[in-house]
């Protein structure tokens, strides 16, 4: 089905809207207004993007890092500076306020701060543009010592799908080099290899991004990038040489098929309207969906069509008159209206992907809020030319990156780049964090950048999986009961073994078992029991089996348990403790070495007459 992000383009043109009204003088939360007092300074340093040193572009799902440098700082009462920083949609002054962070005092004189927050922690939906403002108070917050600014955009992060070619139909807004190779145009320099533009083009960037290569061709040779300088949309040749867009979809099919996860890109109709004067905005569409439906028929499943930017304001356009250029751009949003319906039509017709870009509304609000974009010149070609397109003896602007046209017609490298970054941004899966995981899929939509996640976008330490109130990166015990007790590791007492003697804390009645010892189902070693109560651990206790309450000795023994004299009669009951080893004892454990019976002072064993008192009578 078609994807169209009507939201996002009624947001951005309010956004626009927002943007174009007057700064006012800089004011304060105090409301007070700057004073110069020829001593503090203070600047905002971020690094630019990429080769553009006037450009500061991130995606949400990227740190923004910038410095505050400051000199002429009063030594003497540093401590007691008092200074806010604020992040905007928009300008400062009427912009919608995302961030604010405040501090007090600097170390030195001269020196820089360091900071570093995710893009995504102030990032609006469908806002683009942002300004960091940094403000230098005295220490009563009543004088404004110096304040700075710095202007900057955010690209939501996207995860773009498996894309094995990206197959591009077009003209010079698009072309690689395909003209340069038939004609010898653009001259290079001052255009860069063959491109109408001063860089790279946007598919370029496009492709770079994806991980996958994009090379000109034309005619029956390979290369999937089309786009010829010229080329109008429609079929055959425009000034019999130039294939249009029709000529070049025929020519690549003719002798290549179109795999369902090529992405088609068809991006035209920019000469029909500037150099045939074309007014009739249905014919121009009608051409679009014919080339869409041809792409269609030679299997193509996912296509991309971008409508107009307002090419009134193009240099070229420059000296018509001011009802002219009205007229021109109302009829401009006429065609990029009706392209709109008829995609949104074809594609439920032929029940496939096809998403319109909406490059229009991207160009206005870079045309009228260029200093976010490091673009300081949005209405004159940097190269001065009195033709459409420039030669190698023309003057060029040396702050050619800050111009949005390089000629009278097309748009320099850095506008490229933008474009390329806005269409990557549209043709992608929305992934705010940058974690890899679509925004539909996220459960943790706003991980910290860098951090590993799994399939649901989340971290361990954003996890609970058995809900236990610790979270699964500092979690010992996975899978505890529903409400069981844990710990800080997360376990619960019948997870643990805290003396590592394999019964569990919930069990053992033993805590503190020294390690490797044998222990029974209740978790406690032999020396840690004393089973029959006797005050004598099991593993020294001889006697198992006192009696309760009976008096023992070190080793665990009651009287009624031992028998010192071997006799075998028991200590308590011996009458005779030290009987020799051997003899016969009666149940008192006495032997007839030890009896008297007749009590004649002669011992049984010797008593030959038993009866007597004296032992002889």
Aim: hydrophobic residues 35%; aromatic residues 10%; proline residues 4%.
């Amino acid at each position: 089905m078609a994807e169209h992000r009507n939201s996002r383009k009624s947001a951005m043109i309010v956004i626009i809207i927002m943007l174009m009204l007057p700064i006012s003088t800089l004011t304060t939360s105090a409301g007070v207004n700057k004073s110069i007092t020829g001593n503090e300074d203070i600047e905002i340093q971020m690094e630019s993007y990429h080769s553009l040193p006037n450009l500061f572009a991130f995606e949400t799902g990227e740190l923004i890092n910038w410095n505050l440098t400051w000199s002429g700082v009063d030594s003497t009462s540093s401590n007691f500076y008092q200074y806010d920083y604020t992040i905007h949609a928009g300008y400062a002054n009427n912009g919608t306020l995302t961030f604010n962070g405040s501090g007090q005092g600097f170390n030195s004189s001269n020196g820089s701060l360091s900071f570093s927050f995710p893009a995504y922690e102030f990032w609006i939906n469908s806002s683009y543009e942002y300004t960091l403002r940094f403000v230098l108070w005295d220490q009563n917050r009543n004088q404004l010592l110096d304040y700075t600014e710095k202007e900057f955009v955010i690209f939501q992060s996207t995860i773009q799908s498996n894309i094995s070619k990206l197959l591009v139909f077009g003209d010079s807004l698009s072309d690689m080099g395909n003209s340069k190779s038939a004609f010898g145009t653009p001259e290079s320099p001052p255009y860069y290899n063959g491109r109408f533009a001063t860089g790279p083009m946007w598919n370029e960037h496009v492709a770079a991004e994806i991980g996958i290569n994009i090379s000109p061709g034309s005619g029956s040779a390979p290369g999937s990038n089309r786009a010829f300088g010229g080329a109008e949309a429609g079929e055959g040749m425009n000034y019999f040489v130039i294939p249009n867009l029709g000529k070049q979809i025929e020519d690549y099919t003719n002798n290549y098929w179109i795999s369902p996860n090529e992405k088609v890109m068809i991006w035209g109709g920019g000469n029909n309207f500037l150099n045939s004067g074309e007014t009739n905005t249905q014919k121009v569409v009608n051409y679009i969906v014919n080339h869409v439906n041809d792409v269609y028929s030679n299997g193509a499943k996912d296509i991309v069509v971008l409508n107009m930017p307002p090419l009134e304001k193009t240099p070229s356009y420059s000296d018509e008159s001011e009802n002219n250029k009205q007229a021109f751009h109302e009829r401009l949003k006429d065609y990029n209206s009706k392209l709109e319906a008829a995609m949104i039509d074809r594609s439920s017709a032929l029940n496939i992907s096809i998403q319109l870009i909406d490059v229009f509304v991207m160009f206005e609000t870079i045309y009228w809020n260029g200093s976010f974009y490091g673009i300081s010149n949005v209405t004159h070609a940097a190269c001065h030319h009195d033709g459409f397109t420039c030669d190698s003896g023309d003057y060029i602007e040396p702050t050619v990156d800050e111009f949005i046209f390089f000629d009278k017609i097309h748009p320099t490298g850095t506008t490229h780049e933008l474009l390329g970054m806005y269409v990557l941004e549209q043709i992608g899966m929305a992934d705010i964090d940058g974690d890899g995981v679509e925004n539909s899929a996220d459960n943790c939509p706003k991980t910290p950048i860098g951090d590993f996640v799994n399939h649901f976008g989340c971290r361990l330490a954003d996890l609970d999986t058995d809900n236990d109130g610790v979270n699964d990166l500092l979690d010992q015990c996975h899978g505890t009961i529903t409400g069981a007790i844990v710990d800080e590791q997360g376990c619960a007492e019948y997870q643990k073994d805290t003396d590592e003697d394999g019964v569990a804390d919930d069990a053992d009645n033993c805590p503190d078992t020294l390690a490797n010892t044998v222990v029974d189902g209740f978790g406690c070693a032999e020396y840690q029991k004393d089973t029959d109560g006797d005050g004598v651990t099991d593993d020294i206790d001889i006697c198992p089996d006192t009696e309760i309450g009976a008096q023992v000795n070190v080793i665990g023994c009651a009287q009624n348990q031992i028998d010192d004299d071997w006799d075998g009669v028991m200590n308590d009951v011996d009458q005779c403790p030290n009987t020799p080893i051997g003899e016969l004892v009666n149940a008192e454990g006495c032997s007839l070495g030890q009896l008297d019976s007749d009590d004649d002072e002669v011992t049984d064993d010797l008593d030959s007459c038993p009866g007597t008192t004296n032992g002889l009578d």
